[in-house]
C-alpha cells in the first residue's frame, strides 16, 4: 500500500429485512448519545415523550378513522376503533410510571437542558386537542341522523346499542385523558415541588385547573340529565342541594 492511498472505509453493513423495514437505525439514534447526555435518565425522559407522541399520532390516526365510519353510518365499527385508542392510553400511562422512578434531584440536573420546552407544544397532545371536536361533531350528526338525544340515549342503553358503545368508548377515552392529566401533574409536583414554574412558564396551579378541562362535555351533562330526568319521573332525590360543578354524588 503506497502511503498516498486513501483508507479504506470499513464496507457499512447491510440492514437485515426486519431493520430495513422497521427503520431501526434511524429509530435508535433519536435519543441523545451517553456521551452528550446531561444525565443518564435523559434516555427515560426522551424515550418516553417519544413513546407519548407514537401512541398519540395512533390515536389521532383512530379518531379519524371513527369520524369516516360515524360519517358513513358504520357506528359499530366507530366504537371498535375508539376502543383501541382507549387502550393506546393504557400504554401510554404504562410509559409515565418510568419516570416516577426518575430521582427530583436527577430530573433537576436534566432540566436544564430543556431551555423553554413544554410538553404544552406536544404535538400529539395539540392534535388530539385538535381533532377532538371533529370526532364530536360526526358522532352529535350520528345521533341526529338516528333521531336521538344524548341523554335518551343514555336512559335506554339497549336501544341504540352500537351508538351507546360510541358514547361510552368516547367517554372511556374523555376518562382516560384526564387520568393522564392528573398522573401528569403528580409527576410534575412529586419533581418539582407545588410550586414551580415549568419550563413553559406555566405555573403548577394553572397546570392543576387544566384538571377540569374535558374533551366532550356533552357526555358528562348527559349525566346530569339522567339524573334529572330520573328524579323528575320517579320523585326520588337525594339532598335538596343543586348540582355543582363535578366530583360531588
Ligand atoms: C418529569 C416529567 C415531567 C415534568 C416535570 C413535567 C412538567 C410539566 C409542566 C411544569 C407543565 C406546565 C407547562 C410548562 O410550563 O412547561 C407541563 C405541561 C405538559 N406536559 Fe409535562 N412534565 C413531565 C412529563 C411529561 C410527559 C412524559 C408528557 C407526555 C407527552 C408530558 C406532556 C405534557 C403536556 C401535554 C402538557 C400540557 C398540559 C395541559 O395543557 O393540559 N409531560 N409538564
Known amino acids: 500500500m503506497s502511503v498516498n492511498t486513501p483508507p479504506a472505509t470499513p464496507a457499512k453493513r447491510r440492514p437485515t429485512i426486519y431493520e430495513a423495514y422497521l427503520r431501526t ?17 435523559q434516555l427515560t425522559f426522551q424515550v418516553v415523550h417519544q413513546t407519548f407522541e407514537l401512541w398519540w399520532k395512533m390515536t389521532v390516526e383512530m379518531f379519524q378513522q371513527a369520524v369516516a365510519r360515524l360519517e358513513t353510518g358504520r357506528a359499530d365499527e366507530a366504537a371498535q376503533v375508539l376502543r383501541r385508542a382507549v387502550s393506546a392510553q393504557g400504554v401510554v400511562m404504562l410509559a409515565l410510571r418510568q419516570l416516577e422512578f426518575v430521582a427530583p434531584a436527577d430530573f433537576l440536573v436534566l432540566r436544564a437542558g430543556l431551555g423553554n420546552g413544554s410538553g404544552a407544544d406536544s404535538p400529539g397532545f395539540k392534535a388530539i386537542l385538535r381533532t377532538a371536536p371533529d370526532l364530536w361533531d360526526a358522532f352529535a350528526a350520528a345521533l341526529e341522523d338516528a333521531h336521538i338525544s344524548l341523554v335518551d340515549l343514555y336512559a335506554d342503553p339497549h336501544a341504540h346499542t352500537a351508538l351507546y358503545e360510541c358514547a361510552e368508548a368516547l367517554t372511556d377515552f374523555d376518562e382516560q385523558f384526564h387520568i393522564f392529566r392528573a398522573a401528569h401533574l403528580k409527576l410534575a409536583q412529586r419533581n418539582l415541588g407545588l410550586r414551580a414554574i415549568g419550563t413553559g412558564g406555566t405555573p403548577m396551579p394553572a397546570l392543576e385547573r387544566t384538571l377540569s378541562d374535558l374533551l366532550w362535555l356533552p357526555l358528562w351533562e348527559a349525566r346530569d340529565a339522567l339524573l334529572e330526568k330520573v328524579q323528575r319521573e320517579t320523585g326520588v332525590v337525594y339532598g335538596d342541594a343543586p348540582i355543582s360543578g363535578h366530583g360531588h354524588p
Open 25 to 41: 437505525d434511524e429509530l435508535l439514534a433519536l435519543q441523545t448519545p451517553p456521551e452528550d447526555r446531561l444525565h443518564p435518565d
